[in-house]
């Protein structure tokens, strides 16, 4: 990474299509490119990640597509998840991804991150609490604050039909919430 640039990845433990989830990836990346300079956002797509199997570990090796995003964990200053909340938990591909990345060498030990969630009620509340307690295992440093937890059906209304953030609130929020992760990256480094 030249330049001192940060670089951050973004993960969508959702898959469907216009999921609001990936909706707020998708801002975080245009807000990313609009107000910092020093960043570099990218969304990594865990769709096509295999189900956790060690029998595909052949020789030390994972399978071709996992090795594809170890890599892009392993090269990632931070890391911002979008969790949607199924079942009072996070996603079965959310945990997939985070289990093979675990894999020996663990990709995410050390790694700042921050959660942004969109749903029901809670607004995915309990899946981002979850993911912290998932992460402290793995050695993620969370941020404390601020929180994003959008409560998306609620008016008015957040996201349009094809799961694009649109709400001017939530987007300041979404804006505050990655300039902290900056910030946070910027101090561990220092470490």
Same mark, same amino acid.
């Given at each position: 990474?030249?330049?001192?640039?940060?670089?951050?990845?973004?993960?969508?433990?959702?898959?469907?299509?216009?999921?609001?989830?990936?909706?707020?990836?998708?801002?975080?990346?245009?807000?990313?490119?609009?107000?910092?300079?020093?960043?570099?956002?990218?969304?990594?797509?865990?769709?096509?990640?295999?189900?956790?199997?060690?029998?595909?570990?052949?020789?030390?090796?994972?399978?071709?597509?996992?090795?594809?995003?170890?890599?892009?964990?392993?090269?990632?200053?931070?890391?911002?998840?979008?969790?949607?909340?199924?079942?009072?938990?996070?996603? #079965? &591909?959310? /945990?997939?991804?985070? *289990?093979?990345?675990?894999?020996? !060498?663990?990709?995410?030990?050390?790694?700042? @991150?921050?959660?942004?969630?969109?749903?029901?009620?809670?607004?995915?509340?309990?899946?981002?609490?979850?993911?912290?307690?998932?992460?402290?295992?793995?050695?993620?440093?969370?941020?404390?604050?601020?929180?994003?937890?959008?409560?998306?059906?609620? #008016? &008015?209304? /957040?996201?349009?039909? *094809?799961?694009?953030?649109?709400? !001017?609130?939530?987007?300041?929020?979404?804006? @505050?919430?990655?300039?902290?992760?900056?910030?946070?990256?910027?101090?561990?480094?220092?470490?």
């Amino acid at each position: 990474m030249g330049g001192g640039n940060l670089k951050m990845i973004a993960v969508s433990g959702s898959l469907r299509k216009g999921s609001f989830n990936s909706g707020l990836v998708r801002a975080a990346r245009e807000i990313v490119k609009e107000s910092f300079e020093d960043v570099e956002l990218e969304h990594v797509d865990i769709s096509q990640l295999p189900f956790l199997n060690t029998d595909l570990e052949q020789d030390g090796q994972f399978p071709g597509v996992v090795e594809d995003f170890r890599a892009k964990v392993l090269g990632a200053d931070a890391v911002l998840f979008a969790s949607p909340e199924y079942n009072y938990s996070i996603t #079965a &591909p959310l /945990k997939n991804a985070l *289990d093979w990345a675990s894999r020996n !060498p663990n990709a995410w030990a050390g790694k700042p @991150a921050a959660i942004v969630s969109a749903g029901g009620g809670f607004g995915g509340g309990r899946a981002q609490y979850h993911l912290r307690q998932v992460g402290v295992f793995l050695d993620l440093h969370f941020i404390n604050k601020p929180e994003l937890f959008v409560a998306a059906f609620q #008016a &008015p209304p /957040k996201f349009d039909s *094809d799961g694009n953030l649109v709400d !001017p609130d939530t987007r300041t929020r979404l804006k @505050a919430l990655l300039l902290a992760l900056r910030q946070w990256t910027l101090k561990l480094k220092e470490c």
